[in-house]
């Protein structure tokens, strides 16, 4: 099965006033829809747009395990393990919260700052907390969410380019840049396809533009 999410569906939040633009794809916060509340392990799918010197202060977290994927400009983290990272366009972050951490996310640079924050459910709460960064992650390398069950990808499609999108039971895909094609369904930036007990591997070409696109899947 195949469930198309447009990237007009997403609910707005975020603190615009304090330069912080938020896209949820799923229930979140304020915006409560006990019809969307996960999928798979997936809890939150979050677009962040930050401005120069925007950010979320200190914050905690438990029993999550916290993927960020940066689109454009540099997201400083810091958190009370001590860690205090850059994370850069094609660079892959996990935080895994387990009993409890808290963190900092900031914009501290002169650009704008896009990155897609991905929350999953662990398969057993508690635990130390662990962080991991990947620079420069490869097209198609699998990045394994083990705390969940689950992997990420990002597919780098030219123009009419062909990929394999991931045989799992579940298998979570979002175009974070450019165009792309699946199962006959155009899809565009911030569009996402949400796909359940594929028979096979789904092939996904880019688009015109070209594209970018995340997969959350089942791990093997």
């Known amino acids: 099965m195949t469930d198309i999410r447009r990237a007009a569906q997403r609910y707005r939040g975020g603190e615009p006033g304090a330069g912080i633009t938020t896209l949820h794809s ?3 916060g304020a915006h409560y829809d006990p019809d969307n509340l996960r999928f798979g392990a997936l809890i939150a799918s979050n677009e962040e747009h930050l401005d120069p010197g925007a ?3 200190e914050h905690p977290h438990r029993d999550t395990e916290i993927v960020t994927w940066v689109v454009e400009g540099e997201l400083t983290h810091r958190d009370s393990t001590g860690h ?6 094609g660079d892959v972050q996990r935080l895994n919260a387990a009993s409890g951490v808290r963190h900092v996310e900031r914009n501290d640079g002169t650009a704008p700052l896009v990155f897609v924050q991905m929350w999953l459910a662990p398969l057993a709460a508690g635990g130390s907390p662990a962080y991991d960064v ?4 490869g097209d198609g390398v699998p990045f394994p969410l083990p705390g969940a069950g689950a992997v990420l990808r990002v597919h ?4 009419g380019a062909r990929a394999e999108a991931p045989a799992a039971p579940w298998v979570h895909l979002q175009v974070v840049r450019g165009t792309a094609r699946l199962l006959g369904e155009d899809l565009a930036t911030g569009d996402a396809a949400r796909l359940t ?3 096979g591997p789904l092939v996904l070409a880019g688009g015109a533009e070209g594209a970018e696109v995340l997969t959350v899947s089942a791990a093997p």
């Open 26 to 28: 799923f229930s979140f």
């Open 55 to 57: 950010g979320f202060e």
């Open 84 to 89: 205090a990272t850059v994370v850069r366009p």
């Open 134 to 137: 990947v620079r420069a992650l």
């Open 156 to 159: 780098r499609l030219a123009p």
């Open 197 to 199: 007990g594929p028979a």
